[in-house]
Structures are given as structure tokens and as C-alpha cells.
């Protein structure tokens, strides 16, 4: 009930639910805002999220106008669970208000988002590294001033010859693809919890 209330009061006033316990790690999903883009290849850090905070039975109730946080404790971590209300090429800003609001640094960031340069349904987690050709990423590496953070990135393949990029990362999957990627989801949650329960090198050993 104290959690529908103050949904409202943040729909309504635009303040934010009080969080008791500051996150020990923020869990950031990439993806674009709005239903139109929910199935599509670009928001698969947002199924991570949102996977994660269901199985964890965190709320994603707290809004910003640049981000939606939910707060908990996953293997005996407090977390927030993020997911950015800014489009996937603004989500620098998103991140650098997650990291003033909380007085955190990068290195309490876990990045997870979609990937063309792996194949579909791979998983490759990494303790750092350059933000590739992904825009989102991109954006947080020239926000935040450092690649020195964790990230999990999930396989979407590359698109057929002749197609568009953008048109594709915006696109929708066919149900094989959709079958491959929400495996890969499951997995990437697992990776991590492991990650949050007992460190990084396990995880990269166990899931990539």
C-alpha cells in the first residue's frame, strides 16, 4: 500500500519514493522508452531488468524523469535495478544522475545491453572495455568520463546484407530469434546474481 501511494504522489507532485538503504550496486538495462519499442532488439537490457526485479519481486516504482529505479537485496546485495526513461543515444544522462543521486562511482555500475557483434543469444560479461559500435554505451562512456565499469552484453546477431542497421536493432524477431534471446535473458540474470553472490571472475568462467 505505502508503495502505491507514493506512485501516485510521483505521478502526481514528480517527487520520488525514499530509499532507506543506499545501493551497494546499480543495475542498469539499456533500452528506448515507450511500448512501441518494448519487443524490439535495442531494448534487450530492459527484459533483463525487468526479469531480474521479477524474480527478485523488486517493484520498479521509483520515477525520475530520467530514470525508473527499483530498490532490494539480491544475494544478500542492495541493489537498484535501473532503467533509463532516456533514449538508448542519451544514456549518459541517465547514468550520470544515477551516480550524483546516489553518490556512487562507476564502478558500482553492472551495464547489461543488446550486442550485433555477437551472435544471437551469446552472453560475453566483462569487468570493463570500449563501448564498441553501441550508441547507448557510447553515450555513458563520454558521460561518466571512464570504461572502467562491468558490463553484460547479449548476442542479437548481425543483420542480413543489405540491411539497415538501424532498421534492424529497432526491429522486431522472428520467433526463433525471440526463443534464442529469451534463453539468453534467463541466462544473463543468472550471470548476475553470480556476479552479485560471487564475483566476477566466476561469472565470466561460468556464462560466457
Known sequence: ??????????SVLG???????PP????VGLGNPGNEHAETRHNVGFWCVERLANESSIDLVRRHKDVVIGDGVIANTQVALVKPRTYMNNSGKAIS????????SPADLLVVYDDMDLPTGELRLRP??????????????QAIGTQEFVRLRVGIGRPSAGENQIGYVLGTMS????????????????AIVC??????????????
Request: aromatic share 4%; charged share 25%.
Open 15 to 21: 517527487i520520488e519514493q525514499p530509499c532507506d538503504i
Open 97 to 104: 544522475y544515477l551516480l550524483a543521486k546516489h553518490k556512487a
Open 195 to 208: 556476479t552479485l553472490a560471487e564475483g566476477i571472475d566466476v561469472a565470466m568462467n561460468r556464462f560466457n
Open 175 to 190: 520467433s526463433a530469434e525471440q526463443r534464442s534471446v529469451e534463453e539468453a535473458v534467463e541466462r544473463a540474470t543468472q
Open 1 to 10: 500500500m505505502r508503495k502505491i501511494r507514493w506512485a501516485i504522489l510521483e
Open 24 to 27: 551497494s550496486k546499480m543495475i
Open 128 to 141: 570493463r572495455g570500449s563501448a564498441g559500435g553501441h550508441n547507448g554505451m557510447k553515450s555513458i562512456v
